[in-house]
């Protein structure tokens, strides 16, 4: 078992693409063989409430974007599979690349109890200033304290940028 509790002994890319078709143009999984509840030539996996879609072989279940890995590289992924544009049902291949745990962290959207509007931006009550703050490798980082929350806003895009490149997702 590997930490997401995938046998991977057992699933191989050979087994995977025996059983299933991935077109990654499209993102999608179609049987290849008949199944319990569908056919060769349907779509395969399920939507989860978390947005993300899993697949079952052999009584395990499976999330379609670690199997994509799996059926287009020939193994499992080292880490995490974090999806580019933030979609997490939408596993085209030029959308999943391997990330670290933090990477995948810096290209969440903005969370929903955000009250500024700018991610990485809060309101100071005892300085009376905006401050900007990002967390690198789980540990919080201020990158200082603003006149207006624009140019904390700046200096959280400018350190997302310098920390985590292309994964920075900053609205």
Same mark, same amino acid.
Request: positive net charge; glycine residues 6%.
């Given at each position: 078992m590997n930490h997401r509790g995938e046998n991977v002994s057992a699933i191989t890319a050979d087994l995977l693409r025996s059983e299933f078709h991935y077109d990654p143009e499209t993102g999608i999984f179609t049987n290849r063989v008949l199944r319990r509840s569908a056919k060769p030539g349907d779509r395969a996996g399920t939507m989860k409430p978390n947005g993300y879609r899993r697949i079952g072989i052999q009584k395990r279940y499976y999330y379609e974007h670690r199997l994509a890995w799996l059926y287009m590289t020939g193994s499992w992924p080292d880490g995490e599979i974090d999806h580019a544009n933030g979609d997490p049902s939408d596993n085209r291949w030029c959308n999943l690349r391997q990330a670290t745990r /933090?990477?995948? #962290? @810096? %290209?969440?959207?903005?969370? +929903?109890n955000n009250t500024t509007g700018l991610k990485g931006v809060q309101w100071h009550k005892v300085r009376k200033r905006w401050m900007a703050s990002i /967390?690198? %490798?789980? +540990? @919080?980082?201020?990158? #200082?304290?603003?006149?207006?929350?624009? @140019?904390?806003?700046? @200096?959280y895009c400018t350190a997302s940028d310098k920390f985590y490149g292309p994964y920075a997702r900053v609205a």
């Open positions: /933090s990477q995948q #962290g @810096a %290209n969440r959207p903005i969370q +929903k /967390s690198v %490798n789980k +540990k @919080a980082i201020c990158l #200082g304290f603003f006149d207006t929350r624009e @140019a904390a806003y700046e @200096a």
